[in-house]
T-cell receptor, first 115, second 110 residues
């Protein structure tokens, strides 16, 4: 079946511009996660959704970052007034439920470059 | 969060078995042991997970020590495609998120 998809695959933007990154989870998966991976760094958790709600947004690196999920499916991560330090690969994952007995399936990521 | 310790890197020859170790001496009774891998320029990929008993799937086997303080991911016949960073993860954060460490970089020689 279809896996997690993300778009765009690559995004180059100028410093100060806003960007939107999209994630389409696996159908039926209620939990959705956003992570990011900077060059040579580990994977950093950003935010998670159970259904349409994000119980805790404290993992977002700054108030320029926001995320929403509509209809319990597609999620959008928005970065306002992008900075060079926002350059990274942004990864989305989904799972049947937010429970560690279930595995997470990752998308291919969106590579964001802020110039 | 319970921590894991993995070697930074390992080498294997193609078509030979690979045993990737993970120490997790502070594991709690409810912690699942997860393994993910990340191939170059790709997102992480689920490999296997278990709680107490050894687990097998089409990709690998997971051997869990009786005291659960360590585990070993076993790739039965390494291929060039198995060259990746392998992450051993114990549950994760309070929001169900995975907490990735540095993992073990596996190189496979032809």
């Amino acid at each position: 079946g279809a896996g997690v998809s993300q778009s765009p695959s690559n995004k180059v933007t100028e410093k100060g511009k806003d960007v939107e990154l999209r994630c389409d989870p696996i159908s039926g998966h209620t939990a959705l996660y956003w992570y990011r991976q900077s060059l040579g760094q580990g994977l950093e958790f950003l935010i998670y959704f159970q259904g349409n709600s994000a119980p805790d947004k404290s993992g977002l690196p700054s108030d320029r970052f926001s995320a929403e999920r509509t209809g319990g499916s597609v999620s959008t991560l928005t970065i306002q007034r992008t900075q060079q330090e926002d350059s990274a690969v942004y990864l989305c994952a989904s799972s049947l439920a937010a429970d560690f007995s279930y595995e997470q399936y990752f998308g291919p990521g969106t590579r964001l470059t802020v110039t | 969060d319970a921590k894991t310790t993995q070697p930074n890197s390992m080498e294997s020859n193609e078509e030979e078995p690979v045993h990737l170790p993970c120490n997790h001496s502070t594991i709690s009774g409810t912690d699942y042991i997860h393994w993910y891998r990340q191939l170059p320029s790709q997102g992480p990929e689920y490999v296997i997970h278990g709680l107490t008993s050894n687990v097998n799937n089409r990709m690998a086997s997971l051997a869990i020590a009786e005291d659960r303080k360590s585990s070993t991911l076993i790739l039965h016949r390494a291929t060039l495609r198995d060259a990746a960073v392998y992450y051993c993860i114990l549950n994760g954060g309070s929001q169900g998120n995975l907490i990735f460490g540095k993992g073990t970089k596996l190189s496979v020689k032809p």
